[in-house]
C-alpha cells in the first residue's frame, strides 16, 4: 500500500511538474509521518524515503533516536519555545517560525549546539482565525527583524492553505505566497534568501506545484489517514 501510494504521489508531482515547465529537482516530497509507528517510517525507507516531516518535537526526537541517521528531518508544526531544544540539532529545516521570541529560543539554541538553523516563517495567507502563521502584511518587518540572529538562516516562507474541497479554491493562496516571497527575495536582506516555497499538502499539492512549490508537505497521501483515538 505505502508502494503504491508512493508511486502514485511520484506520478502526481511530475505531472505537475510537467504542466508547469519545471524540474522534478525543483520539488522535494516531504513525507509526513506524523502520527505513525516507526515501523511504517522504515518501510518507507526501504522504499527510498529521506525526508520525513513531523509536527511534534518530541516525537520527531524520539523517531530520530531509532531511525536511519540518513533520514533528513524537517519540523513541521507549530512549537512551543521550550521543546527547540528537543530537536535543534536534529532538523535540516524549522517550517513554522511566526514570533520574533521564538525566533530568539532557536537562535540560542543554535548558538549553544553550534548549528545554524535553516528556517521557514510561516504565513497565514488566507487570514483563517484558526491558524497559526504572521499575517501576509506582517511579514517584511518580520524578515529585517529575525535577520539580525547570527544562527538562524531565513530560506523562505511556508503556509497552510485553508481545507478545500477543491484544490483549485487555493490556487490564488499559492501564488500569494509566491507574490510575496519575490517581493522580499528583491530586499536583498542579509541572511535571507527566499528560495524555499512550502506549501501543498495531500489535498493541494499538485496545484501547489503548479504555483512554484519547492517543498510539499504529504502525509496522508502516503501513509492513509492518521489515527487520533489513542491520543490524549
Ligand atoms: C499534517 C500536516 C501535513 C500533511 O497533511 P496531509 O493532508 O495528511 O497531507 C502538512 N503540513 C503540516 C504543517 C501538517 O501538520
Same mark, same amino acid.
Given at each position: 500500500m505505502l508502494k503504491e501510494n508512493l508511486a502514485k504521489v511520484e506520478e502526481n508531482i511530475q505531472a505537475a511538474c510537467d504542466r508547469a515547465g519545471r524540474?522534478?529537482?525543483e520539488v522535494t516530497l516531504i513525507a509526513v509521518s506524523k502520527t505513525k509507528p516507526v515501523e511504517m517510517l522504515q518501510e518507507a525507507y526501504d522504499l527510498g524515503v529521506r525526508v520525513n516531516g513531523e509536527n511534534k518535537a518530541q516525537e520527531l526526537a524520539s523517531k530520530y533516536e531509532v531511525l536511519p541517521k540518513d533520514i533528513h528531518w524537517h519540523m513541521i508544526g507549530h512549537m512551543q519555545r521550550n521543546k527547540v531544544k528537543y530537536i535543534i540539532d536534529k532538523v535540516?529545516?524549522?517550517h513554522s517560525v511566526d514570533s520574533v521570541r521564538l525566533a530568539e529560543t532557536i537562535d540560542k539554541e543554535a548558538e549553544k549546539h553550534n548549528v545554524t538553523a535553516n528556517i521557514l516563517i510561516e504565513v497565514n495567507v488566507a487570514k483563517e482565525e484558526s491558524k497559526f502563521g504572521l499575517m501576509p502584511e506582517e511579514v517584511p518587518a518580520f524578515v529585517e527583524q529575525i535577520s539580525?540572529? *547570527?544562527h538562524i538562516r531565513v530560506k523562505g516562507l511556508m503556509t497552510i492553505a485553508p481545507f478545500v474541497e477543491n484544490p483549485e479554491d487555493n490556487r490564488p493562496v499559492f501564488a500569494h505566497l509566491r507574490k510575496l516571497s519575490v517581493d522580499i527575495a528583491?530586499?536583498?536582506?542579509?541572511?535571507?534568501?527566499? *528560495?524555499i516555497l512550502s506549501m501543498g499538502m495531500t489535498n493541494d499539492y499538485q496545484v501547489a506545484i503548479e504555483e512554484g512549490a519547492t517543498m510539499v508537505r504529504v502525509g496522508t497521501g502516503i501513509f492513509g489517514a492518521r489515527d487520533y483515538t489513542h491520543q490524549v
Open positions: 524540474k522534478r529537482e535540516d529545516l524549522i539580525k540572529f *547570527s528583491k530586499k536583498n536582506i542579509d541572511n535571507i534568501t527566499m *528560495s
